[in-house]
Nanobody
């Protein structure tokens, strides 16, 4: 059983930057690399939406069109962590951000945009972008 904890959220002005982190704990020995890691976000009154994901290998990533060129996902398999670097933030990026883990994926695949396909979720971290 794995648990995921996000950190790094906060309040930032439009145009600013934040980096979110997601740390895995629990039975992580040899298991973290079994999971594609995704980032999702949910704004008040809206459905949870795909932000991006990174393959188990860490080589491949995919992003939602709304964040391409501004957000970057990376992972450190030795430290069981995944990061979401966000630059040029906009008020529309305001949401609770969640990391999620999906098992049963190909080692170099990263396009898994459906939240229903993920097996584990963090508790979320709030990102607020002021105009």
């Amino acid at each position: 059983q794995l648990q995921f904890v996000e950190s790094g959220g906060g309040l930032v002005q439009a145009g600013g930057s934040l980096t979110l982190s997601c740390a895995a704990s629990g039975s992580t020995f040899t298991t973290f690399t079994r999971y594609t890691m995704g980032w999702f976000r949910q704004a008040p009154g809206k459905e949870r939406e795909f932000v991006g994901a990174i393959s188990r290998s860490g080589v491949n990533t995919d992003y939602a069109d709304s964040v391409k060129g501004r957000f970057t996902i990376s992972r450190d398999n030795a430290k069981n962590t995944v990061h979401l670097q966000m630059i040029n933030l906009k008020p529309d990026d305001t949401a609770v951000y969640y990391c999620a883990a999906k098992a049963g994926t190909y080692y170099s695949s990263s396009y898994y945009p459906s939240p229903g396909g993920y097996d584990y979720w963090g508790q979320g971290t709030q990102v607020t972008v002021s105009s």
